[in-house]
């Protein structure tokens, strides 16, 4: 079992910057490939970003591209999203995710569907005002 907890959301004007980070609890963290996904009301929960086992490889969706960074610290057992330029449009309750994938799964398909994570963080409120 592994439980996850995000912090750091909050309110920012547009064009600012904010930096999610997740806390986990497992004991071999580095074993878990790593996601982030948003929700925003009325909308279906969305791929942010994913990062692989050591950090070496991270994917992000077009929408946040060039903006948003995630990243990983396998010693303090915490994956970060780092997200500048921020727009009004990325409000929404952002939740990081963990799943007990073999390299051999790992898909560009799999990796955006909320099915393959097997743990969910409580969710962290972004706001961007305009």
């Known amino acids: 079992q592994v439980q996850l907890v995000e912090s750091g959301g909050g309110l920012v004007q547009a064009g600012g910057s904010l930096r999610l980070s997740c806390a986990a609890s497992a004991r071999t963290f580095s074993s878990y490939f790593m996601g982030w996904f948003r929700q925003a009301p009325g909308k279906e929960r969305e791929f942010v970003a994913a990062i692989s086992w050591t950090g070496g490889a991270t994917w992000h969706a077009d929408s946040v591209k060039g903006r948003f960074t995630a990243s990983r610290d396998n010693a303090k057992n915490t994956v970060y999203l780092q997200m500048n330029s921020l727009k009004p449009e990325d409000t929404a309750v952002y939740y990081c995710?963990?799943?007990?994938?073999?390299?051999?799964?790992?898909?560009?398909?799999?990796?955006?569907?909320?099915?393959?994570?097997?743990?969910w963080g409580q969710g962290a409120q972004v706001t961007v005002s305009s």
């Open positions: 995710a963990a799943a007990e994938l073999r390299p051999v799964q790992i898909t560009q398909a799999t990796m955006r569907t909320t099915r393959t994570y097997d743990y």
